[in-house]
């Protein structure tokens, strides 16, 4: 049987920080719960030109407007939304309301990832307080990260939030690889360390939804890319909303977090939709990777 969260045990040891987490996962049933009727491609794109579904409105529109019902939200950015939505509060919270929205065809997993900043968007990694996402897998969990630690609680219902791992790490014997974009737009140095991965039996995993993929990474070590390609030397993912938030969260968890240069977190990026090259996970394949790319 499912047990509520005790009250004394916080997500972090921040009140504002805890009430914007706790409308994540009180909203996150509600969302899983709507996948099923919302699988249409709409006419428009997101501001980055990538395809939208219904279930992406639908998310955006429900945590937007529960977030900026919390006192403690200062502003409220999406992935689906040009600018940002202001209000009076502490923290500025980016969120990418339905990661991997385009495996609702194909029914694999998706999810939500959210990033609490004390500064105004566009912001840096370093200005992260929090992070945390939801994963919409066969249950639904939620992974929170305050900077020194990372939390995974079972979401089993309206309220309900079961402990399953008050330390999770990346694992320190790495068994898995994940690369997005097509092998042929990679620059010759992205697979070439590809191919030195593959060489030590490192087993692919790539189901087109960063969150799922990360999670495997962390549950079974291992590194997650999406490199800059030949087309595309800015990368795919968007800084703010996916790679800060999940960098932040894997350097909780003892890993660590790259643009293919340097430490991501680091990057001060001028525009709220900017995009950046993104490797994370065990810090000696992501060491070996800057390594090659450089």
């Not at 968007?121 to 990260?145: E, F, H, I, K, R």
């Not at 979401?155 to 994940?178: I, K």
Request: glycine share 10%; with cysteine.
């Amino acid at each position: 049987m499912s047990q509520q969260l005790p009250p004394s045990r916080d997500w972090t040891d921040d009140a504002a920080v805890d009430a914007v987490l706790d409308v994540v996962a009180d909203t996150a049933h509600e969302i899983r719960g709507a996948l099923c009727e919302r699988r249409a491609a709409l006419d428009g794109e997101n501001p980055t030109g990538d395809r939208t579904y219904a279930a992406d409105d639908y998310a955006d529109e429900l945590l937007g407007a529960r977030l900026l019902e919390c006192d403690a939200v200062a502003a409220y950015a999406s992935e689906e939304r040009e600018t940002v939505l202001e209000d009076e509060g502490t923290y500025h919270v980016a969120v990418d309301p339905l990661d991997g929205s385009s495996n609702l065809r194909s029914n694999n997993p998706m999810g939500t990832i959210v990033g609490v900043y004390d500064e105004p968007l566009p912001a840096s990694g370093q200005d992260l307080v929090a992070a945390a996402y939801v994963l919409y897998g066969p249950n639904t969990t939620m992974l929170v990260a305050d900077g020194d630690s990372v939390s995974e609680y079972l979401l089993a219902g309206d309220g309900e939030r079961r402990p399953l791992d008050e330390d999770v790490t990346v694992p320190a014997d790495p068994t898995v690889y994940s690369f997005g974009g097509r092998r042929p737009d990679w620059p010759e140095s992205v697979e070439s360390v590809v191919e030195a991965f593959e060489a030590e039996r490192l087993k692919l995993r790539y189901g087109g939804a960063l969150i799922a993929d990360v999670t495997q990474v962390l549950t079974h070590g291992g590194v997650f890319a999406y490199p800059e390609l030949e087309e595309r030397p800015e990368g795919k993912l968007r800084y703010c909303f996916e790679c800060a938030p999940i960098g932040f969260l894997v350097e909780s968890a003892g890993g660590r977090v790259s643009d293919g240069e340097g430490p991501l977190l680091d990057r001060d990026p001028d525009e709220l939709h900017e995009r950046t090259p993104f490797y994370v996970g065990d810090g000696d394949l992501v060491d070996r990777i800057e390594a090659e790319l450089a």
